[in-house]
């Protein structure tokens, strides 16, 4: 894991109704392969930065949940449908948050894959993380 970091940075959703603001130690980021990520966003897997709850705030709007398991709730614009969070009720103290919709998506690097065995095939990771087959040794993304 690299050297925690603190995060101040603001995001919101493609259509604007939705802002947040970020103010934490960014616990770590990585790319979840799970078919939930996939199914929840149309895409072929979500990059995560996990925070601590208390430093994440919604400063416009106000989301729709999804309960997408017993355990987890996934909370996205209503309007436009961009996922922005991912919260699980067995930590409570953490909120993982899209890093694609941060306003300066650089501010935050990727450091693992989880769920590579839901990947797909034709995504191609040409980079060196670690990479594990279920959701890894921090289990918190
Ligand atoms: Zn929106
Ligand atoms: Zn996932």
């Given at each position: ?7 101040d ?47 994440f ?26 996922q ?10 953490l ?18 894959h ?20 279920d ?7």
């Open positions: 894991m690299q050297e925690p970091k603190l995060l940075a603001s995001g919101g959703c493609l259509c604007g109704e939705v802002r947040y603001h970020i103010y934490s130690t960014s616990v770590d980021a990585g790319f979840c392969h799970c078919r939930m990520c996939q199914k929840s966003s149309g895409a072929p897997t979500i990059a995560w930065v996990t925070v601590v709850t208390e430093g705030t919604y400063t416009r709007g106000e989301p729709a949940l999804f309960q997408s398991s017993a355990q987890a709730q996934r909370e996205f614009c209503g309007r436009c449908g961009t922005l969070v991912f919260r699980q009720q067995r930590d409570p103290g909120v993982d948050v899209t890093i694609a919709t941060l306003d300066n998506p650089s501010l935050v690097q990727p450091e693992y989880i769920w590579n065995s839901s990947r797909m095939e034709w995504l191609h990771l040409a980079d060196q993380l670690p990479t594990y087959n959701e890894g040794p921090d289990a918190n993304a």
